[in-house]
T-cell receptor, first 113, second 110 residues
Framework: DVKVTQSSRYLVKRTGEKVFLECVQD?????MFWYRQDPGLGLRLIYF???????EKGDIPEGYSVSREKKERFSLILESASTNQTSMYLC????????????FGSGTRLTVV | GQNIDQPTEMTATEGAIVQINCTYQ??????LFWYQQHAGEAPTFLSY????GLEEKGRFSSFLSRSKGYSYLLLKELQMKDSASYLC???????????FGIGTKLQVIP
């Protein structure tokens, strides 16, 4: 079965810390994505990558960066965590283009205190 | 969500039929998705429409009208386990970028 694995289900970090959220997929998908999900705002795209070492800004990239050194792994980095980055973070991957839906990871609930 | 609208909440009775509507911005359209998300879980893919018309998959069907910027998800023979949020999402700005609606929280009651 197709899988997207996020390294942590729950995380609590302090303001100002550098935070790494890891995502690994085993489907050999070209495209990987990071979203955050907040009540009343839905899923918002932070960054995506369509190939190794390639990245594109999504709708809300400020305060975040990403790394894709290997095809299967896509990392989200919070350079200096702030309380407004408390959220559910969802990683997804997708094969190619067109009719292929996303496969999502189970999410990381990050709390910044 | 950006340029995509769907009702926030709906309630329906077990065994009934419910239709969840979604409207989206028509420019740059490359396809429309529906996802189901149970509370505390990740979204799961339900359907994808790129051409006008109705696509049926068991109890779930999805409809698209590109000229009207309109889609709906139809759920038949509702079961209690169908209580979830249903997310409408459209493919825009290139094939990789998908924009999600806020989601419609469906409650199925006995």
């Amino acid at each position: 079965d197709v899988k997207v694995t996020q390294s942590s289900r729950y995380l609590v970090k302090r303001t100002g810390e550098k935070v790494f959220l890891e995502c690994v997929q085993d489907m050999d998908h070209e495209n990987m994505f990071w979203y955050r999900q907040d009540p009343g705002l839905g899923l918002r795209l932070i960054y995506f990558s369509y190939d190794v070492k390639m990245k594109e800004k999504g709708d809300i990239p400020e305060g975040y960066s990403v790394s894709r050194e290997k095809k299967e792994r896509f990392s989200l980095i919070l350079e200096s965590a702030s309380t407004n980055q408390t959220s559910m973070y969802l990683c997804a991957s997708r094969a190619g283009r067109g009719a292929y839906g996303y496969t999502f990871g189970s999410g990381t609930r990050l709390t910044v205190v | 969500g950006q340029n995509i609208d769907q009702p926030t909440e709906m309630t329906a009775t077990e065994g009934a039929i419910v239709q969840i509507n979604c409207t989206y911005q028509t420019s740059g359209f490359n396809g429309l998705f529906w996802y189901q998300q149970h509370a505390g879980e990740a979204p799961t893919f339900l359907s994808y429409n790129v051409l006008d018309g109705l696509e049926e998959k068991g109890r779930f069907s999805s409809f698209l009208s590109r000229s009207k910027g309109y889609s709906y998800l139809l759920l038949k023979e509702l079961q209690m386990k169908d209580s979830a949020s249903y997310l409408c999402a459209w493919n825009s700005g290139g094939y990789q970028k998908v924009t999600f609606g806020i989601g419609t929280k469906l409650q199925v009651i006995p």
